[in-house]
């Protein structure tokens, strides 16, 4: 019998980064099946007093995917504070379907340059930050994985009721 190689580090967190977005995480469903279900109208909908609307979120995870990118190349980079939860420019289906795509594509992008790191960069610190490359990275697939939950909670036809399911 023989023993298959062990993945790297890389692939690992590449392919974990790509279930999260449209695979089939352990989890529940991934991140495209949760936004994909939902109209312009619905993701621009606060469910919840204080809560972020779902097409915030999906910026929000956008703006999150690309900083720890922009870092493997600026560990001193952060995204500025209005990039957080930006506000949609425009609220209607293309714009949607765009900021959509840019998620996914946000995701590819990171996934496809992690990919070929080697565990030894990986394994280093994120300059000053107190964390490596690959905690980092695993923050992301983590992240992706809690926003999928809220925005699958917001988009539920009794989100903001005070009733028991």
Do not use: C
Not at 63 to 73: G, I, M, N, S
Not at 80 to 91: G, M
Not at 110 to 139: C, F, I, K, N, W
């Amino acid at each position: 019998m023989t023993a298959t190689p062990p993945i790297s580090t890389g692939k690992r967190l590449a392919a974990e980064l790509r279930r999260a977005w449209h695979g089939a995480p352990w989890h529940g469903p991934s991140v495209l099946e949760i936004v994909g279900r939902l109209t312009a109208a619905e993701a621009a909908t606060r469910t919840a007093r204080g809560s972020h609307t779902p097409w915030q979120i999906v910026l929000h995870l956008t703006t999150w995917v690309e900083a720890p990118r922009r870092r493997l190349d600026d560990p001193s980079f952060d995204p500025r504070e209005h990039e957080d939860f930006p506000v949609p420019t425009a609220l209607d289906a293309q714009a949607w379907a765009r900021d959509v795509e840019a998620l996914g594509v946000a995701i590819e992008r990171l996934a496809a340059q992690v990919e070929s790191m080697s565990d030894e960069v990986l394994a280093a610190p994120v300059g000053a930050r107190p964390y490596t490359h690959t905690t980092m990275l695993d923050g992301v697939v983590q992240h992706l994985a809690y926003h999928a939950g809220q925005v699958a909670l917001l988009a539920r036809p009794d989100a903001g009721s005070d009733r028991p399911s």
